[in-house]
């Protein structure tokens, strides 16, 4: 059972570069999640998603957008990366909203240049 | 503003040496709070939710509490896998959006 699992696990970008994060999971999980993790501040939500179709903004949206077009994917968009976006991000997915028990890939980690 | 603060940041213990981990918040309407295990290089473990101030759940050495103001975790004869760090959230809606705090690395030495 694979869970939620997160591509790619690392990579490098150049300031201005757009890449794409995907997350995927197999748990059938309405909730899913984009936090990002840096040194000293704590996970900080990004975007978030209800069920497959919609997303909303999370604490830091600013530079990023995302899609849940089908229900087991949930992808992060970088449209021009900087360097202030270097982090370690993480996906999570839930089956409820108000349990808190969310279920976090392994991370993809991110170096803008 | 909501606030998640934990202390201390980093903690050394000597195996069954116990401890407890703080976590004080400033929230209007905490819907739950949540301590999450966080190992080097992998995401997020989840332990436990605390709804209400009185409550308390155990798994295995590890005990949480919540009160008003804080929640603590209490680490009993911390053996070395509990080497860890901690992660305290609070969330005060239904939609599974958490605050998370900065987090206590624990180190347990044989």
């Known amino acids: 059972n694979a869970g939620v699992t997160q591509t790619p696990k690392f990579r490098v970008l150049k300031t201005g570069q757009s890449m794409t994060l995907l997350c995927a999971q197999d748990?059938?999980?309405?909730?899913m999640y984009w936090y990002r993790q840096d040194p000293g501040m704590g996970l900080r939500l990004i975007h978030y998603?209800?069920?497959?179709?919609?997303?909303a903004k999370g604490e830091v949206p600013d530079g990023y957008n995302v899609s849940r077009l089908k229900k087991q994917n949930f992808l992060l968009g970088l449209e021009s990366a900087a360097p202030s976006q270097t982090s370690v991000y993480f996906c999570?997915?839930?089956?409820?909203?108000?349990?808190?028990?969310?279920?976090f890939g392994e991370g993809s980690r991110l170096t803008v240049l | 503003e909501d606030q998640v603060t934990q202390s201390p940041e980093a903690l050394r213990l000597q195996e069954g040496e116990s401890s407890s981990l703080n976590c004080s918040y400033t929230?209007?309407?905490?819907?739950?709070l949540f301590w999450y295990r966080q190992d080097p290089g992998k995401g997020p473990e989840f332990l436990f939710t605390l709804y209400s101030a009185g409550e308390e759940k155990e798994k295995e050495r590890l005990k949480a509490t919540l009160t008003k103001k804080e929640s603590f975790l209490h680490i009993t004869a911390p053996k070395p896998e509990d080497s860890a760090t901690y992660l305290c959230?609070?969330?005060?809606?239904?939609?599974?959006?958490?605050?998370f705090g900065a987090g206590t690395q624990v180190v347990v030495t044989p």
């Open positions: 998603s209800v069920g497959e179709g919609t997303t």
């Open positions: 748990m059938n999980h309405e909730y």
């Open positions: 929230v209007s309407g905490l819907r739950g």
């Open positions: 959230a609070l969330t005060t809606d239904s939609w599974g959006k958490l605050q």
């Open positions: 999570a997915s839930s089956p409820t909203g108000w349990t808190g028990e969310l279920f």
